[in-house]
C-alpha cells in the first residue's frame, strides 16, 4: 500500500496553524487518516521501507508521557545493564525513528539488540 499526501481541509489547518507559530506544517498522510508534519513526505516511504530484525525493541508512546525514562531502562535491560556503553547519548543509542532517516549510517550501526523509539 502506497502512502498518500494530502493537503488538510482548511477548517482543521487554520485550527492547526493557531497552536503553533509555524503555519502550514501539517499534511494529511493515508492509509490511517493521520496528520504529520509536512517533512514526513521526506521519510515516509524510507519508514516503511526500514529493514527490522528479530531483537529489534520498539518503545511507541505518546510525547511527555516518561518514554525517556523508559527509553533507558529498555536500552539497559537489553544491553546487561552495561553502563559504561550507556554513557553514550540515548539519541545514538535508541534513536527516534525519524533521525533514522536524518542520519543515515545510524540504522546501519546500531547494535543489535537496536531500540527504536516511536513517539
Request: aromatic letters at 10%; charged letters at 20%.
Amino acid at each position: 500500500m502506497e502512502l498518500k499526501y494530502q493537503e488538510l481541509d482548511k477548517a482543521i489547518a487554520e485550527r492547526i496553524d493557531a497552536m503553533f507559530p509555524k503555519k502550514n506544517c501539517f499534511i494529511n498522510v493515508s492509509p490511517g487518516n493521520v496528520i504529520l508534519p509536512r517533512q514526513f513526505m521526506n521519510i515516509g516511504e524510507s519508514i516503511r521501507n526500514l529493514k527490522t530484525y528479530t531483537d529489534d525493541v520498539w518503545l511507541v508512546s505518546y510525547p511527555r508521557t516518561g518514554s525517556t525514562w523508559a527509553q533507558e531502562m529498555v536500552w539497559l535491560l537489553g544491553n546487561h545493564l552495561n553502563y559504561e556503553q550507556a554513557k553514550q547519548m540515548q539519541q545514538l543509542r535508541a534513536p527516534l525513528i525519524e533521525l533514522l532517516f536524518t542520519r543515515q549510517e545510524t540504522r546501519k550501526t546500531c547494535v543489535s539488540p537496536s531500540t527504536i523509539i516511536v513517539n
